[in-house]
């Protein structure tokens, strides 16, 4: 036996060698989403807004504040040193409120994305693999869902259910699952054809193991991308609802909610309104940009 027959499996202890590619490939990745500014500030904005939504009951000035506590001999301050975003007209300060919210908005889009995606993808997949009947019921069930506008859709569901943060967010996971159905089974159709999968079906692989471990995994990169954008624009429609009175009750501290309270003190108390809504456009434009740096890096079609 010479030196080039010898495999690792013929040396006891020794291991197969760590493939270079994939390390390369992860440096090419990284290299290319750190040369985008768009992206790059992104990361910055999701990263600040994850570290706000963990330690923001720690960070808050005055935490009893974002649950209902009432100061009204302080109420309606402007922005000062003591209040950097001023306080509400109960005398909460508006800081802690905005900050203690982040969590809430985090769970909100967490929830809405999740569900949607548990949804959604296995709904494509089965689309996209089984065909005939079952492939058409389950497209034009989400064709239907498509057809409403997805906020009046939410809307019309938590009225039935009525208002509150829990039906809200399971009323957005209702509207946002069609998107994955259709983005997976097109995905799916393209690939339930390739060699792999075919060579896979030859050697003796079930169903359900051509369609989780061959296929799936290669759906992964434009559901990642979809899912970064789906967080930002959860977070909008929760906003949105919670705007409309049909989200998180005052005082749950709710950026949206927040937004709506203090539309009613425009244009004279500014900062009760501008400053949720400063947090909820650099939140969302920052999982937006996000998205946009993770498509470039995961395409290969924008290599």
């Known amino acids: 036996m010479t030196d080039t027959d010898i495999t690792p499996g013929d040396v ?20 290319t989403y750190s040369r985008s500014f768009s992206s790059m500030l992104g990361l910055a904005l999701v990263t ?25 001999d302080i109420k309606l301050q402007p922005p000062s040193a003591e209040h950097w975003f001023g306080t509400d007209q109960v005398g909460s300060d508006i800081l802690s409120r905005v900050l203690i919210g982040a969590r809430t908005t985090l769970q909100i889009g967490l929830t809405v994305t999740g569900i949607a995606i548990l949804i959604g993808v296995p709904l494509g997949l089965i ?59 097109a995905k799916t159709l393209s690939l339930r054809n390739e060699t792999y ?3 896979a079906r030859a050697l003796g692989a079930g169903p359900f193991r051509v369609l989780f471990v061959h296929v799936l995994p290669n759906c992964l990169s434009p559901i ?12 909008l429609g929760a906003a949105s609802l919670g705007f409309l009175g049909l989200g998180a009750q005052p005082p749950y501290p709710e ?49």
């Open 255 to 303: 950026w949206g909610a927040m937004i709506s309270t203090g539309r009613a003190y425009l244009p004279d108390w500014w900062w009760c309104s501008f400053f949720p809504g400063i947090a909820i456009y650099l939140t969302v434009l920052g999982f937006n940009l996000l998205g946009d740096g993770l498509r470039d890096v995961l395409d290969p079609r924008q290599r």
């Open 127 to 185: 689309a996209g693999m089984v065909g005939g009947w079952i492939a058409e019921t389950i497209m034009r069930i989400t064709d239907i869902f498509l057809s409403i506008p997805g906020l009046i859709l939410a809307i019309a569901i938590v009225g039935a259910l009525g208002p509150g943060i829990l039906n809200a967010m399971l009323a957005l996971s209702l509207v946002w699952w069609p998107g994955y159905v259709r983005l997976v089974q």
């Open 12 to 31: 006891p202890g020794a291991t197969a060698p760590v493939p270079r590619k994939s390390f390369r490939e992860a440096r090419r990745m990284i290299r």
């Open 48 to 72: 600040l807004f994850l570290f706000v939504a963990v330690f923001g009951p720690w960070l808050a000035p005055f935490p009893e504040d974002a649950y209902g506590a009432v100061n009204f």
């Open 197 to 199: 999968v075919d060579a």
């Open 224 to 235: 990642v991308v979809k899912a970064s954008m789906d967080m930002g624009m959860a977070i």
